[in-house]
């Protein structure tokens, strides 16, 4: 089992920068595969960047491709992602998620969810 709880969202102008952290408790998180993934209105659930148990293996969305920096600390059991060159378009409730299935992008693949945190970017 693991419990994560995200922070760090707010609102910011666009070309700014915001960053998100994960707290993840629960004995299995140094192996799990960590994403984040957003949501926004009227539209479905993305993957936004996914990072592997060891950290050395990412995934970033092509929309988020340059701009945006996964990480994680497993001492720390910690996810975090560096959003910078915002834009309008980033807008959206992000989510922090755990899989135990191993390397996937896919949020349906995700057993355990955070809560969310807004982010709302203005132009």
């Known amino acids: 089992q693991v419990q994560l709880v995200e922070s760090g969202g707010g609102l910011v102008q666009a070309g700014g920068s915001l960053r998100l952290s994960c707290a993840a408790s629960?004995?299995?998180?140094?192996?799990?595969?960590m994403g984040w993934f957003r949501q926004a209105p009227g539209k479905e659930r993305e993957s936004v960047a996914v990072?592997?148990?060891?950290?050395?293996?990412?995934y970033y969305a092509d929309s988020v491709k340059g701009r945006f920096i996964i990480s994680r600390d497993n001492a720390k059991n910690m996810v975090y992602l560096q959003m910078n060159s915002l834009k309008p378009e980033d807008t959206a409730v992000y989510y922090c998620a755990a899989t135990i299935r191993g390397w996937t992008v896919l949020p349906s693949s995700y057993n355990f969810w955070g809560p969310g945190t807004q982010v709302t970017v203005s132009s």
């Open positions: 629960g004995r299995t998180f140094s192996t799990n595969t």
């Open positions: 990072i592997g148990w060891s950290g050395s293996r990412t």
